[in-house]
Each structure stands twice: as structure tokens, then as C-alpha cells.
């Protein structure tokens, strides 16, 4: 998992990754290191999952992963290719989860480049978001001014 990322005077990165997204790209991950492997990620992923969080949480992670799936333009990139940290796509996905309860027309803009159509990726995702924050793992919505720019979570 991504360690949070810390100033020099040991204050928390707001950027930083959350146990929440921490937890959910960790999923994203193995679903795609085992993808790749050819293999079938789903009972593994829920299996884990279930024991972090819940069966529900497992089960709903599964199906956004499926709808991502069926609804994607091109693999999604795993890892960024100079760093090794998080991909644009990665964040794309993370954050994307995050706005899915508070901001739905911004998700979806923000998936517009990695999928067809992102409304059942979408709906699903803000069912896994609000069943994650039942079980102790929210996720922010982060919604920043768009006239202060920040860096990339990587």
C-alpha cells in the first residue's frame, strides 16, 4: 500500500492518499496484476475485501470492476511508467469514486477519457463509495478550486 506522504515539518500531505483510497487502489492493483496474469481476479478481491472491509464492499467492488471493464476504451494503466507511483488513470479511477456520491456529473467527466460510457461504472461506484464508508473506509470528495491546481497524488 501507498505510504501518506508527509511535509518536511511532518505535517500530512492533504494530497496524500487515505486509508480509504489506500484500500481501494490496493484492489484496483491485484484485480490488474491478475488480469494480466490471466487470471480471474473476482473471488480473490472480494475474498480480500470482505476481510478488510465487508462482503458487501467486496461484492460491490467486484461489480464496478466489471462495468470498468465492459465500458473501457483501452487497458487502464497500472502504476505511472517514470515513477512506479499512481497513474493518471489509477487517480482518475480513485478520485472518481470519491466525487461518485456528491458530484456525478464530475465523475463522469473525469472517466470520460477511459471509458464509453460511464454510468453504471458510476452508479455502481457510488454504491461501493457509501458501503465503504459504512465499514470505516471513506473516501474524500475531492473537489478542488480549479484555479489553485495541485499536484498529482504521485
Avoid: K
Amino acid at each position: 500500500m501507498l505510504r501518506p506522504q508527509r511535509h518536511r515539518d511532518g505535517s500530512a500531505c492533504p494530497g496524500a492518499p487515505t486509508p480509504g483510497e489506500q484500500l481501494l487502489l490496493s484492489a484496483v492493483r491485484v484485480w490488474a496484476h491478475a488480469r494480466v496474469q490471466g487470471q480471474r481476479p473476482h473471488a480473490h478481491v472480494a475474498q480480500a475485501l470482505a476481510a478488510r472491509a465487508s462482503r458487501r464492499v467486496g461484492a460491490l467492488f467486484v461489480a464496478w470492476m466489471q462495468a470498468l471493464e465492459a465500458a473501457s476504451l483501452r487497458p487502464i494503466q497500472i502504476r505511472c511508467p517514470d515513477c512506479g507511483g499512481l497513474s493518471s488513470d489509477e487517480e482518475r479511477l480513485i478520485v472518481a469514486c470519491g466525487l461518485a456520491p456528491v458530484s456525478m456529473d464530475v465523475a463522469e467527466r473525469l472517466l470520460a477519457p477511459l471509458l464509453r460510457d460511464p454510468g453504471v461504472p458510476m452508479t455502481l461506484a457510488r454504491s461501493l463509495n457509501a458501503a465503504m464508508a459504512a465499514d470505516g473506509w471513506p473516501l474524500p470528495a475531492r473537489l478542488d478550486d480549479p484555479a489553485q491546481p495541485r499536484p498529482t497524488l504521485h
